[in-house]
Structures are given as C-alpha cells and as structure tokens.
C-alpha cells in the first residue's frame, strides 16, 4: 500500500513537471483563484488517472502494435506513451479537472518529461529506502 502511495506521489509531481511545457497548462487560462492544495488535488488524481489509463490500455497497444514497436526498435513506444498521456489529458478535461494536454507534440513532450522524471524520483527512492534497510 505504501508503495502505491509514494507511486502515486510521484507521477504527480512527474505531471506537474510537464506544467513548465508548452501545450500543458494546470488550471484554467489566467486562473489564479486555484489555491495550491487545489492544484496539489488535480495533480494526484490526474497522477491515478494516468496510472489507470497506463494500466488498462498500454499492455493492450502493446500487444497489438508488437510488430510496429519491433519495426521501430522500440521508438513506437514513445507514440504509445504520448497517446496515453493525451487520453489522460482528455479525460481530466471530461472529469472537470483543470488539467489540459494541447495537442499530440505537447503530450509526445510531456509524456517523455513524466517518463524522466518519475524515472529518476523512483531511482532516488529506492536509493533511500536501501539505505534505511
């Protein structure tokens, strides 16, 4: 349970690294009425929407894009990885969170920021909890 947790936590703060691209806005244009505890908020559900999201559908274009991932060495993955953070940016917008992804190059952008950066805080982590043991 914990480890979800600090899962959790850190694809929210991952997300709110993409806030700093273009294309990639939290809360609404010039909206300065959303606290920080309201952003905070729309991060981690933002952060278990995208798991879900990643859960449910990346194994399936996994499975069907197989050949293309081996055509491309691979590269077909950071496609895969940018549709699914669009689709996690559309459905934020259906579930009324101030969270927007503004095109397929801002999601291609932010979700190899989301893959960097929750890469290295799962790193530093682990790091700590080895550490602790």
Known sequence: MVALVVHILITAVAVWATTALPGITLGGPGDLTEGVADQALTLLVVAVVFGIVNAVLKPVAKTLGCVLYILTLGLFGLVVNA???????????????????????????????????????????????????
């Open 83 to 133: 549709l699914l953070f669009w689709l996690t940016g559309w459905v934020a917008t259906r579930l009324d969170l101030p969270f927007h992804v503004d095109g397929f190059w801002a999601a291609f952008w932010g979700a190899i920021v989301v893959t960097v950066v929750s890469s290295l805080l799962h790193a530093i982590v682990r790091r700590v909890a080895s550490v602790d043991d």
